[in-house]
């Protein structure tokens, strides 16, 4: 099948803008409805991304203005006669510096597809391409793999190939003059790539992070690390603005204070943001909820599995380092005390189980008020002290076991 093409230019960059030039086959114009993803995979909120769209234009072959029809609030149909292919031009707004946004200035571009490259519907299986020109003194890199195979950021024009819609769009983008890192982990490429305006992390210390994590988590699954290669776009932000992470198939996305070097608590919470997304890797992007294997992008999709998904990985955040010798049993237990004393004093976590707080994730845990913490719960902090309960359950069964680790390994294999 030909692919989708798009086409990315951030020359604009200093305007905060983003141009990107969707060419849709022949074979799909007709009637087609081009669509922008409404939420981000691994984040169960519904975004307004459409709402950074600046303006949206169409030609066809002989480069006719070509009417796009609105349908909804974040999507276009083509003419049913409209002669193919077509080329939609769209200009982003892209300010918005978190792990689910674009945010393109000076520095750099980080580029997040579903909020930046519309998809044909019905054409879900589709493959992907993806241009992009980086700016003079500027490299490329993705979590795509590109079309000559080349794993480390490109200083030229480069090509990115996704399978179908979903890879495209559990992927990413960043483009800069960064610092960055390649490294292998016993023979599989990892790539830590850091873009801050406050300078960098000590990267010999990220690069023997990572390998420690990387083994202590390989541990619980045979073994087996399901990937070719990992990259880790890392972005800085303010303190204000806290850190997180976003898991994707063959990397993830993280925001860190810019000063986490500074202060060993700080080192130490980047240590567990990266053992929650790289256990992510087995749970969640393949031990997925069931509801989650064939996903809508223009609506929720909901499911009753995220204690499991993110809770039993939260538990795993700060036991990985501590297996890899990276943190001490104290910090250990005292995250794990904090966190049972946060569920025993929640009033939501007594009125809603976390099957229920799973399913309104849409509703519940990122859109939050005042009186959130007596109405619901988190999957998150609630799931992991009930994975640890299971943890001591199960070690008190069998103490010869592996605890919940073996669940996971039964799970895996």
């Given amino acids: 099948m030909e692919p989708v093409r798009y086409e990315v230019d951030v020359a604009q960059r ?5 141009q990107v030039r969707v060419t849709v086959p022949a074979d799909l114009c007709p ?3 081009l669509s922008v993803p409404t939420w ?6 519904e975004r307004d991304y459409v709402h950074h769209v600046q303006d949206i234009s169409a030609t066809d072959a002989d480069g006719a203005q070509v009417e796009l029809l609105p349908e909804g609030r974040s999507a276009w149909a083509f003419p049913d006669d409209v002669h193919g292919p077509v080329t939609v031009e769209v200009e982003w707004y892209a300010n918005d510096l978190t792990v689910r946004t674009n945010h393109v200035d000076d520095h750099h571009a980080l580029i997040i597809p579903p909020a930046t490259f519309p998809y044909v519907r019905g054409a879900e299986h589709r493959p992907c391409e993806v241009t992009i020109t980086p700016t003079p003194g500027h490299r490329v890199w993705s979590l795509l793999p590109s079309t000559d195979g080349h794993v480390d950021g490109r200083d030229a024009t480069t090509t990115f190939v996704a399978d179908d819609v979903l890879h495209l769009i559990d992927s990413a983008f960043e483009v800069g003059d960064l610092p960055s890192r390649s490294f292998d982990v016993d023979g599989v490429p990892h790539r830590w790539v850091h873009a801050s305006h406050a300078g960098t992390v000590d990267l010999d210390r990220i690069e023997a ?4 994590i990387s083994r202590a988590a390989r541990a619980v699954f045979d073994d087996e690390l399901p990937i070719d290669s990992y990259t880790f776009l890392c972005v ?16 993830s996305v993280l925001m860190l204070p810019v000063l986490t070097d500074a202060t060993d608590d700080g080192i130490a919470r980047t240590r567990s943001l990266i053992a929650h997304e790289y256990l992510h890797l087995w749970n969640v992007k393949r031990l997925v909820p069931a509801e989650l294997v064939e996903l809508t992008f223009d609506r929720p999709t909901h499911t ?11 538990y795993y955040d700060d036991l990985l380092p501590t297996r890899a010798g990276l943190s001490d049993a104290r910090r250990y237990v005292d995250r794990l005390r904090d966190d049972l004393r946060w569920v025993q004093a929640s009033p939501g976590a007594r009125r809603q189980s976390v099957t229920q707080a799973s399913w309104h994730a849409w509703t519940g845990l990122y859109v939050r008020d005042e009186n959130s913490v007596n109405s619901g719960t988190s999957y998150y902090t609630h799931g992991a002290v009930l994975a640890a309960c299971l943890d001591l359950l199960i070690r008190a069964e069998a103490s010869d076991g592996d605890g919940l680790d073996e669940a996971f390994r039964l799970l895996w294999r």
Avoid at 14 to 18: A, D, G, P, S
Avoid at 209 to 212: E, F, G, L, S, Y
Avoid at 242 to 248: A, C, N, R, W, Y
Wanted: glycine share 22%; no cysteine.
């Fill in 304 to 314: 009753t599995g995220l204690w499991v998904a993110e809770g039993w990985t939260a």
């Fill in 209 to 212: 992070d990572v390998t420690a």
């Fill in 236 to 251: 800085g932000a303010d303190a204000a603005a806290g850190g997180g992470g976003l898991e994707h198939r063959d990397g």
């Fill in 14 to 18: 200093l305007q905060h803008l983003v």
């Fill in 40 to 45: 981000t995979p691994g984040s169960y909120v």
């Fill in 31 to 33: 009637g087609a409805v």
